[in-house]
């Protein structure tokens, strides 16, 4: 049986359905802080096999040793944890408690029940602004905010850990910039408030929840001037996280590996590709660049393929079909 912390998030739920339809056994650990239990309900129709889930905090050493204590658990894969880079900048400490503190007590109780194979979520946001392209996991790495930042600390603590004991075996899987939603339309992402990502606020403009989308700079040293990035399909990543587990079977310590598709999109080709499926416009308007941000980042997953024997395979048409075709059938996302 695979723990998956955060289980019920955007990744982690896709992240479920493929967990299942390989034959796993999940049990979800999540405290529904940026989530809804209906998107298990969703797993659980599309797989045709229950969600066993505990609601609780991954700090939560006591509940973590009750869920370890009570589940023949062999892996675990650990999404849990807050991702709003602004936020970060807001609430540092909320933050490094949740993601590195989690991360921490998350490992310590893994550790006193011999339970040491973890997969990781890290991002790419831990390589800053690329001193090449495409990004390599041997490229230096340094955050620019505090959740960057968190990020990389966990992974720095992973590998500590690694180091000090060959039992662990530990996969840090850098996401690029996930998108998409499953095949069926019944899941996809679901950002509270106002999104702060590209992809939904697209999609929102598109099934007519807001305006116009706000395109954060035009002046990058880009194919047109907007920002480029490697957005990858979440179910590839989902199936990333299938192969990261098998693989980790027979390997010892911590390996990094980067989970993109090797090609980049700009804000506006987004924005064209999304009307083409959507048959909807989708206006924008051009503003300042966004504090951060920078011109181009995409993946070497040549790792990944050669390693894990994983590559995505889902383009960019993919992408967006499946975005519309979950915010069309779930236009304010999933119901309370
Ligand atoms: P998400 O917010 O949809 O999922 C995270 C889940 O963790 C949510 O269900 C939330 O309720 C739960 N959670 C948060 N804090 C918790 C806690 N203390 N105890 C228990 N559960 C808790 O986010 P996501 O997009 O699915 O991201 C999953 C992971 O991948 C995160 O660690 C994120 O940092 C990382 N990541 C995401 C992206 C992205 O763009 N979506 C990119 C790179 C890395
Ligand atoms: C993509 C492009 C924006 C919104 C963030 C995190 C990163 C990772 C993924 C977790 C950029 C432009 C966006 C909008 C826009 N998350 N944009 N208008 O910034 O690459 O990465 O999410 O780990 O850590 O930093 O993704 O989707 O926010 O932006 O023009 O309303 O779209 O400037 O060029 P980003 P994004």
């Known amino acids: 049986m695979i723990l998956v ?20 056994e999940v049990l979800v650990l999540d405290n529904f802080c940026n989530s809804k239990a209906e998107s298990l309900h969703r797993v659980a129709s599309i797989t045709g096999k229950a969600v066993p889930l505990v609601q609780g905090d991954v700090r939560d050493r006591d509940l973590l040793r009750e869920v370890f204590g009570t589940h023949a658990i062999d892996g675990v894969i650990h999404f849990a944890g807050l991702k709003a880079v602004g936020e970060s900048v807001e609430k540092p400490l909320t ?19 011999g339970i040491q194979m973890l997969v990781f979520s890290s991002s790419a946001t831990v390589y800053g602004d690329p001193v090449n392209l495409p990004i390599r996991e041997d490229f230096p790495v340094g955050a620019t905010n505090p959740y960057g930042r968190s990020k990389l600390m966990v992974e720095q603590i992973y590998t500590d850990v690694a180091n000090s004991d060959k039992a662990w075996r530990i996969a840090l899987l850098r996401y690029f910039n996930p998108v998409g939603a499953h095949v069926s339309g019944a899941m996809g992402e679901d950002p509270n408030g106002i999104p702060s990502n590209l992809m939904p606020y697209i999609s929102q403009v598109a099934v007519g929840r807001r305006e116009q989308l706000t395109v954060f700079g ?12 490697d ?97 069309k059938q779930n236009p304010q996302g999933y119901p309370d």
């Open 5 to 24: 912390t955060g289980g019920a998030g955007y990744i982690g739920s896709h992240t479920c359905v493929a967990l299942l339809q390989a034959g796993y």
């Open 218 to 229: 035009n002046d990058y040293p880009t194919v047109d001037g907007t920002g480029v990035r």
């Open 95 to 113: 933050y490094y408690d949740t993601n590195v503190s989690g991360s921490v007590v998350l490992t310590e109780v893994m550790a006193e029940f």
């Open 231 to 327: 957005y990858i399909h979440v179910m590839d990543l989902a199936e990333g996280h299938v192969r990261a587990l098998a693989w980790l079977k027979n390997q010892t310590g911590a390996h990094v590996f980067n989970l993109g598709t090797g090609r980049g999109y700009s804000v506006l080709e987004m924005v064209r590709a999304f009307e083409l499926v959507s048959g909807r416009p989708v206006p924008y308007l051009i503003s300042p660049r966004r504090a951060g941000d920078v011109a181009e980042v995409y993946a070497d997953s040549s790792k990944a393929e050669r390693e894990l024997d994983w590559k995505a395979t889902r383009d960019i048409e993919v992408m967006c079909r499946d975005t519309w075709n979950w915010q």
